[in-house]
């Protein structure tokens, strides 16, 4: 069958990367141009973010170092004040936390590619509104061509239906039905109308650009393998995984043994009134320190952020699944369409041969103008429904470039 030559063209392609072939407006490197300037700013904004938050974390083992300078005054002695000056550097840093300096640099690392990885979920999402609003807005349009075709034929039809009441060889009941679907048709023409207006408006909200004058994306379906390793729900929940595993490893660090260093380094005044030679105004201090702490949760506490690195293990699993379901459902959505599209193809070839025929019977004074007018709007709209439901497979595609990284 048709339909089945279609699904093994489909296989033949599979192992290549989703691509977009599209015309002036909408490269495969431009799509993400579709959003507006604010849109691409936020996103922009929030990377950076992501950024500098994630650099300050990998750091945050590091304390600060304190600069100090004071200036002391004292009345205490009779006839005079006394002032004195001092500044010093004081640092109190830990170098070992049983592992937990090394795990926490690696948790940083990890959370930072997970939140890029939810704003890369954002961004794609918006990016795919963008084009399923502009492949909806073509669609309306050529189910508009398709409507106008079919209350043509609805005219005629009354024409025809009319013609035969008036003659007494039709009951009113015929014509009746006739007005009714025309009216029927020209409702359903306004409602697309006003799906129109409703798609032009949230294009504007995510888009400055104009969706008359963009040409649509060429969508081709990628492969099972890279579907799944692109996938960026999947590296998400992967990378969170990988962060709890190191927030659990973290928590189990900060109760064992600590080793820190002290440091101060002091320059300033000494008191005239005190004076000793074995006391100088420029000198360090220093020491090293061990704790262990004690608390009564620390069991619990290293066995719930076990459990929370468990359900985001599991978790992952799920997402595994999930993903190669939803692999399973495009595939079997497409060739669903592909019949369709067969179908339509079919009757186009059907449709093609009676208007020859039609036309023929016309010339001949066997047939009349209306019935092969009747017979090429027939025509025309089984081409557009080709049309159409190869946007269906488009919609159908884009379901899964939305969900993937980068892959244009």
């Known amino acids: ?18 691509v977009a072939t599209v015309g002036t407006m909408l490269h495969s490197d431009e799509l993400a141009q579709l959003l507006s300037k604010e849109k691409q700013d936020i996103f922009r904004y929030q990377e950076s973010s992501n950024t500098l938050q994630s650099d300050m974390l990998q750091r945050s083992w590091i304390q600060p170092i304190r600069l100090q300078y004071r200036k002391n005054y004292t009345t205490q002695f009779v006839g005079d004040t006394i002032n004195t000056s001092n500044y010093s550097i004081m640092i109190d840093q830990p170098i070992f936390k049983s592992g937990g300096i090394f795990y926490s ?58 013609d035969s009441y008036e003659a007494g060889i039709l009951d009113s009941s015929f014509l009746d039905q006739a007005i009714i679907k025309r009216n029927r048709d020209e409702t359903d023409l306004l409602v697309l109308e006003l799906q129109l207006e409703k798609f032009k408006s949230d294009f504007a909200f995510l888009s400055d650009k104009d969706p008359d004058r963009l040409k649509l994306p060429n969508l081709k379906l990628i492969g099972e393998k890279e579907y799944k390793d692109e996938h960026l729900a999947l590296k998400g929940d992967k990378l969170i995984a990988k962060e709890k595993g190191y927030l659990s490893k973290m928590t189990w660090a900060k109760y064992l043994p600590e080793l820190s260093v002290q440091g101060q380094y002091i320059k300033g005044d000494l008191n005239p009134l005190f004076a000793n030679p074995n006391l100088r105004d420029e000198y360090t201090n220093y020491s090293v320190t061990v704790s262990v702490p004690i608390n009564i949760n620390s069991l619990t506490d290293v066995e719930a952020s076990k459990v929370a690195y468990m359900e985001a293990s599991t978790q992952v699993i799920d997402q595994k699944k999930r993903v190669g379901l939803e692999y399973q459902t495009t595939l079997n959505n497409l060739r669903i369409i592909n019949k369709k599209i067969a179908l339509d193809h079919k009757d186009e070839k059907l449709y093609q041969r009676l208007y020859s025929v039609t036309k023929n019977l016309e010339i001949a004074g066997e047939k009349t103008s209306y019935e092969t007018e009747l017979m090429h709007n027939s025509l025309m709209t089984k081409k557009l429904d080709q049309q159409i439901h190869k946007i269906d497979k488009q919609l159908q595609l884009l379901s899964l470039y939305i969900k993937v990284n980068d892959v244009f």
Do not use: C, P, W
């Open 1 to 18: 069958m048709k339909g089945s030559r279609d699904l093994k063209k489909h296989s033949i392609v599979s192992s290549l990367l989703l």
């Open 105 to 162: 640099i690696k948790y940083a690392d990890a959370l930072r590619g997970a939140n890029a990885t939810q704003i890369q979920i954002r961004k794609r999402e918006m990016i795919g509104n963008a084009v399923n609003i502009l492949y909806n807005f073509k669609k309306i349009k050529l189910q508009q061509e398709k409507l106008r075709l079919l209350i043509k034929n609805d005219e005629i039809d009354i024409k025809l239906k009319s």
